[in-house]
């Protein structure tokens, strides 16, 4: 089967498409031919989308991505620089939250945003678990204070440079530092052996957080969760994550229950130029 279709009448031969592809499977149209695909290229195609997308007068459609699937960009939509430096400078790591479970959809057009999030040959690693419920979070939470109390034994520097002991030392006097009251937590995995999905969670992650203060939701990284997750034995079984599958990354959500009214500054950006 093509990977793609050309329709004739649209295609001005421009090439943009064959520029375009990352993996270069489409030979390069000339006034006697259409572009099409090279020898082999179902086998290598990655599913980007990004021949048909770039394709200025939609001529390209992909069997796997038809284009009705593919919405035109909305350029009135686009947001201005300054809007956009607003936006990412005034996210911030929300740890007090309303308590009021956010209902199911708003979760899920979370997730649905997080999905566009980039990842090494598009192979789009990352699994979600979502966990919620007071009575769950608190049991993940207790979880995770019993891998501290095992670090403040066996792994004492790493410990005390994480302040494990003050961690504990609030869990025991009623305060949860670990979920801190969240009514849910997303949690990330992958396949133990995917090389790149330590990286496409960490990114997916990030398009949550993102996508969460969009939302107008609070979201804030499970740190310490996400590292009890991936290492201690007796939560991972308690997780009961897919065979094979490694946590790599966690993340609060829930409704904020304050609003912030300044940009905090952070360190000027480390960098040599050469
Ligand atoms: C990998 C990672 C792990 C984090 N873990 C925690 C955590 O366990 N608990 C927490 O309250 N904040 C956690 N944070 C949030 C950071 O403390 C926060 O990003 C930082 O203080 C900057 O604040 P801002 O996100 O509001 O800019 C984590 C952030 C990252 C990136």
Redesign the pocket.
Known sequence: MSLFTIDEKKCHRDGICAAECPLSLIVPPDKDCLPRQIPGANELCINCGHCAAVCPRGALSLTAMPLETMPPIQAELGISASQAEQFLRS???I?VYKDQPVEREVLERLLRLARFAPSGHNIQPVHWTVFSGKEQLQALAAGTVEWMRWMMKEQTAMASLMHMDLVVAQWEAGKD??L?GAPHVFLAHAPKAERTAPAACAIALTYLDLAAKALGLGA???????AAAATFPPLQKALALPEGHLAMGAMMVGWPKFTYHRLPERNPARVTWR
């Open positions: 996210r911030r790591s740890r530092r670990i801190r804030c990284w499970a740190g310490y969760f996400g």
